[in-house]
T-cell receptor
Framework: GAVVSQHPSRVICKSGTSVKIECRSLDFQATTMFWYRQFPKKSLMLMATSNEGSKATYEQGVEKDKFLINHASLTLSTLTVTSAHPEDSSFYIC?????????????FGPGTRLTVL | DAKTTQPTSMDCAEGRAANLPCNHSTISGNEYVYWYRQIHSQGPQYIIHGLKNNETNEMASLIITEDRKSSTLILPHATLRDTAVYYCIVRTSGNTPLVFGKGTRLSVIA
């Protein structure tokens, strides 16, 4: 199946700094990518939809100025957590539907674990 | 909100079949039933999906009731590596995001 990568896999940062997480579709083009957040022992929560060439759409309660999303190309979306605080510590996961598959199968990245000290 | 209901947890003996139920009584005619699983600290992995017919692939079988209000994912010979949280999701195909419920935590026991 198609592959989605994320970088970095793990990051530890100090409170107040910004962290950028990359999501890449390695063998297909993705005009849309989705960003999720997962707290310990909880399910994945959709944060936003990243659209190539246009602004991202955010779910209710997700601050767009704190979680900056840029979909720079058909294979790359980035999520920047600005002025991170300890409560932003979480597992961030992206996914991308492969329009070339028969049913737009969605592929998930391996996730990025963010720890804010 | 998720449109499915699953048991919180289940245990299964290694080598036996694991049958994971899912209720989706409000499913609409154009919605598919998808199953994903998430092994600890990894991204979700696609397992199988179906509309109304039963489906089988190399990983699992999906049995959908005739009224489509419930389904069962079957792992025919569970192994320790199948220990994971299993999510049943209903959605239309296309570029819509997957909405995850709480899933079923399956523990395969030696």
């Amino acid at each position: 199946g198609a592959v989605v990568s994320q970088h970095p896999s793990r990051v530890i940062c100090k409170s107040g700094t910004s962290v950028k997480i990359e999501c890449r579709s390695l063998d297909f083009q993705a005009t849309t990518m989705f960003w999720y957040r997962q707290f310990p022992k909880k399910s994945l929560m959709l944060m936003a939809t990243s659209n190539e060439g246009s602004k991202a759409t955010y779910e209710q309660g997700v601050e767009k100025d704190k979680f900056l999303i840029n979909h720079a190309s058909l294979t790359l979306s980035t999520l920047t957590v600005t002025s991170a605080h300890p409560e932003d510590s979480s597992f961030y996961i992206c996914s991308a539907p492969d329009a070339g598959s028969s049913y737009n199968e969605q592929f998930f990245g391996p996730g990025t674990r963010l720890t804010v000290l | 909100d998720a449109k499915t209901t699953q048991p919180t947890s289940m245990d299964c003996a290694e080598g036996r079949a694991a049958n994971l139920p899912c209720n989706h009584s409000t499913i609409s005619g154009n919605e598919y039933v998808y199953w994903y699983r998430q092994i600890h600290s990894q991204g979700p992995q696609y397992i199988i999906h179906g509309l109304k017919n039963n489906e089988t692939n190399e990983m699992a079988s999906l049995i959908i009731t005739e009224d489509r209000k419930s389904s069962t994912l079957i792992l025919p010979h569970a192994t320790l590596r199948d220990t994971a949280v299993y999510y049943c999701i209903v959605r239309t195909s296309g570029n819509t995001p997957l909405v995850f419920g709480k899933g079923t935590r399956l523990s395969v026991i030696a």
